[in-house]
């Protein structure tokens, strides 16, 4: 019976039960909307930062020095790749910020930092497509650096997100793939027991859209979540799947979430054209989107259902 019981649950809460089902977790702390609000702007600063850019590797020089300043105590490493791309040979710099090892069960919060190619006399900010996320995770690892954390949470900040024209095996995605089959490889996958991903959660008019390929448990937990601290309006249902960065970890067995509105401006019509600018994102969207990250990485700890 005992047993019975035991699997079941881990059938149900995905694979944290055997490390934590009794365990006390204290209370998930809050992120700062005006933080969060300030590095999104910084971050937009950089300018366009398409894959293999100037503007991404000031970026990605950005994002360091940030979690360095945000987090001093946590190692904070760069995976720098080339890949042959659909333009040619392309240099990528995912970044990636943890406590300790990569030996130990953890959770995956990232986000990606590129922004969507477009030629020099087209602007386009990325403001929600890009540095929400950026500023999320940043945000997030700031008010969880000095806490008794219930699991060991890794970040990663992926590069090469965007595709140029399709998604393909040589076109978008390539941080997160490079780091899936990178863990893969060197048995640190076996770790990651979820991947909650942040993208463009800054819309003013915040409607996070979980999409069916989501994992059903953190669905659960996502939304019991929100209707405990009264955000259940900002989340609600995308009608097919998103192809987005937490693929490729979906694709290895990997639980994961992706937090994304999808919904950006009257049919869309912010995504993905000039109109992604920081006047259409609230440090308060962010901060509803991190706040849920945070409690859902303390609901998958506990075990609670
Ligand atoms: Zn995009």
Redesign the pocket.
Known sequence: MVYRCGFFLALLLGLFCNVSCTRHVGKAPETDAVLMSKLAEEHVKTGPRYAGSDGAEKAALWIQQKCRELSPAWNVTVQEFEEQTVTGNVKFRNILVHKGTLNQDFVLLAAHYDT?FFPPEIPFAGAN?GASGVAALLGILHAVKDKDLPVNIVFAFFDG??ARYDYNEKDGLHGSRYLAETWKKNGTLKHCKAMILLDMIGDKNLNITLSQDTARNMRHLLLQAADQMNLRKYVGDYPGNILDDHVPFQNNGIPCIDLIDFQYGPENSYW?TSEDTLDKISGESMKIAADLAINLIWKLAAGVL
């Open positions: 969507k497509d997100e965007e993905h």
